[in-house]
């Protein structure tokens, strides 16, 4: 009896890695570009971490995360999110006494206990990046001209960003007390959830995508409405850094955010092209997190991207990788010349292929037509002694005499 995979925890194979190593290296270089270095930590944080940063009422710490207690009898959780263990590995280390501001961005699976659906799963992977120490707009408008960079530079310009100001801990409070009373005469049009989120996390009705709330909740309050005059300044001058980088971006006022620490601006990038789950990368301002982690009054901004559903809107582009070279082999003398050359040529960053299953010569031809190579090179004893061997382009199958010299070899690789 075979052994399945979990559901929603699903493998990246072979043909598909390509396209994701792209997405990852095209997010390392533009963060570079951006002064971004990259962090690495641990998938399990103690449980209390999330708890405190995530917030207690949302659906995440409620009904999603993947908590257990080991031998010791200490809750741990699988991270539902990067932001809280980059916030712990920043206050942890002091990064924030090395320099004043830190530029972080990271890359990683996920994990949370929902349902699977097309674009999002139980292990998920998220590429995010965090810049700590200022709560100046000029850093939340070059956060947001980075993640409309990189989505350019991935070749998609179908994710739209939308921008929200979430207030402070001064204007929040009147906002909150409209937005309940606001969904207080509608209750019984609410479903459970946000009736019962509504004394604890009033927001979240905004974001709710049950139909029923989702018209109950036309003509909410909106935050915008009850800036104070910091926060109104800070939200107004953002959208002025973007306009001057000509960075194109619309206001949704019924953006939230599911996280409680999140706090001014809010945004995301959003699509048509996946169905219900609009979002493609989301992030935010978290001026109180790291101090409510225990750590210095540090305010920050960040955001994270679903890799699986940026690959899906990537998915008709082809990134498959082809070998340079396959050298059939006749004889045992020429096996042992192919494998010389094969050496020779992979230590100069070339992907070559050799026989290495005892095929026949026409049986190696076919395989080389499977892996789809750009030229062949047949090997006998003949080719071995004379010192040539004649170079097949497979895509039209053009012959060129070469001499059985890695650097000459090379060079008419370069060629096509």
Same mark, same amino acid.
């Given at each position: 009896?075979?052994?399945?995979?979990?559901?929603?925890?699903?493998?990246?194979?072979?043909?598909?890695?390509?396209?994701?190593?792209?997405?990852?290296?095209?997010?390392?270089?533009?963060? #570079?570009?951006?002064? *971004?270095?990259?962090?690495?930590?641990?998938?399990?944080?103690?449980?209390?971490?999330?708890?405190?940063?995530?917030?207690?009422?949302?659906?995440?710490?409620?009904?999603?995360?993947?908590?257990?207690?080991?031998?010791?009898?200490?809750? @741990?959780?699988?991270?539902?999110?990067?932001?809280?263990?980059?916030?712990?590995?920043?206050?942890?280390?002091?990064?924030?006494?090395?320099?004043?501001?830190?530029?972080?961005?990271?890359?990683?699976?996920? *994990?949370?206990?929902?349902?699977?659906?097309?674009?999002?799963?139980?292990?998920?992977?998220?590429?995010?990046?965090?810049?700590?120490?200022?709560?100046?707009?000029?850093?939340?408008?070059?956060?947001?001209?980075?993640?409309?960079?990189?989505?350019?530079?991935?070749?998609?310009?179908?994710?739209?960003?939308?921008?929200?100001?979430?207030?402070?801990?001064?204007?929040?409070?009147?906002?909150?007390?409209? +937005?309940?009373?606001?969904?207080?005469?509608?209750?019984?049009?609410?479903?459970?959830?946000?009736?019962?989120?509504?004394?604890?996390?009033?927001?979240?009705? @905004?974001?709710?995508?049950?139909?029923?709330?989702?018209?109950?909740?036309?003509? /909410?309050?909106?935050?915008?409405?009850?800036?104070?005059?910091?926060?109104?300044?800070? *939200?107004?001058?953002?959208?002025?850094?973007?306009?001057?980088?000509?960075?194109?971006?619309?206001?949704?006022?019924?953006?939230?955010?599911?996280?409680?620490?999140?706090?001014?601006?809010?945004?995301?990038?959003?699509?048509?092209?996946?169905? $219900?789950?609009?979002?493609? /990368? #989301?992030?935010?301002?978290?001026?109180?997190?790291?101090?409510?982690?225990?750590?210095?009054?540090?305010?920050?901004?960040?955001?994270? @991207?679903?890799?699986?559903?940026?690959?899906?809107? @990537?998915? &008709?582009?082809? *990134?498959?990788?082809?070998?340079?070279?396959?050298?059939?082999?006749?004889?045992? $003398?020429?096996?042992?010349?192919?494998?010389?050359?094969?050496?020779?040529?992979?230590?100069?960053?070339?992907?070559?292929?050799?026989?290495?299953?005892?095929?026949?010569?026409?049986?190696?031809?076919?395989?080389?037509?499977?892996?789809?190579?750009?030229?062949?090179?047949?090997?006998?004893?003949?080719?071995?002694?004379?010192?040539?061997?004649?170079?097949?382009?497979?895509? &039209?199958?053009?012959?060129?005499?070469?001499?059985?010299?890695?650097?000459?070899?090379?060079? +008419?690789?370069?060629?096509?």
């Amino acid at each position: 009896m075979s052994i399945s995979g979990i559901k929603g925890f699903n493998d990246i194979l072979p043909e598909d890695t390509p396209l994701w190593q792209f997405i990852e290296a095209t997010a390392r270089r533009v963060f #570079a570009r951006y002064g *971004f270095s990259e962090i690495r930590v641990p998938i399990v944080e103690k449980t209390e971490l999330f708890c405190r940063s995530i917030g207690d009422t949302t659906d995440i710490v409620e009904k999603e995360m993947y908590t257990f207690s080991d031998k010791g009898g200490h809750s @741990l959780t699988l991270r539902p999110e990067g932001t809280a263990g980059v916030m712990r590995a920043l206050i942890e280390h002091k990064l924030y006494a090395q320099d004043s501001v830190n530029k972080l961005y990271y890359l990683g699976p996920m *994990f949370r206990h929902e349902r699977p659906q097309k674009g999002r799963y139980r292990q998920f992977h998220q590429i995010g990046a965090e810049a700590v120490g200022t709560a100046e707009p000029v850093m939340d408008a070059q956060v947001l001209l980075m993640v409309s960079r990189l989505f350019g530079e991935l070749g998609l310009d179908e994710p739209r960003l939308q921008i929200n100001s979430l207030g402070c801990p001064d204007c929040r409070p009147a906002y909150r007390q409209a +937005l309940v009373a606001f969904l207080d005469e509608r209750e019984g049009a609410l479903c459970d959830d946000c009736r019962r989120r509504k004394s604890t996390n009033p927001l979240r009705a @905004l974001d709710c995508k049950v139909p029923g709330c989702v018209e109950a909740t036309q003509g /909410a309050p909106a935050m915008v409405e009850h800036l104070c005059s910091a926060c109104d300044d800070h *939200f107004r001058a953002v959208q002025g850094y973007l306009s001057e980088a000509q960075v194109t971006f619309s206001l949704n006022p019924r953006m939230v955010r599911g996280l409680d620490y999140y706090t001014r601006t809010t945004f995301e990038l959003v699509t048509g092209l996946l169905g $219900a789950q609009s979002a493609v /990368a #989301a992030g935010g301002r978290y001026d109180g997190l790291v101090a409510q982690l225990g750590g210095p009054s540090a305010p920050g901004i960040g955001f994270a @991207l679903g890799v699986e559903r940026v690959a899906l809107l @990537l998915g &008709d582009r082809a *990134f498959e990788r082809r070998p340079d070279l396959f050298i059939a082999v006749v004889g045992e $003398a020429a096996r042992r010349k192919a494998f010389a050359l094969m050496a020779a040529l992979q230590d100069q960053g070339r992907w070559v292929e050799v026989d290495c299953e005892g095929k026949s010569l026409k049986g190696q031809m076919r395989r080389a037509d499977k892996l789809g190579c750009r030229f062949s090179m047949v090997l006998g004893d003949d080719e071995v002694v004379a010192g040539t061997a004649l170079l097949k382009r497979m895509a &039209d199958g053009q012959e060129e005499r070469a001499a059985l010299a890695p650097e000459v070899i090379a060079g +008419l690789l370069n060629r096509d």
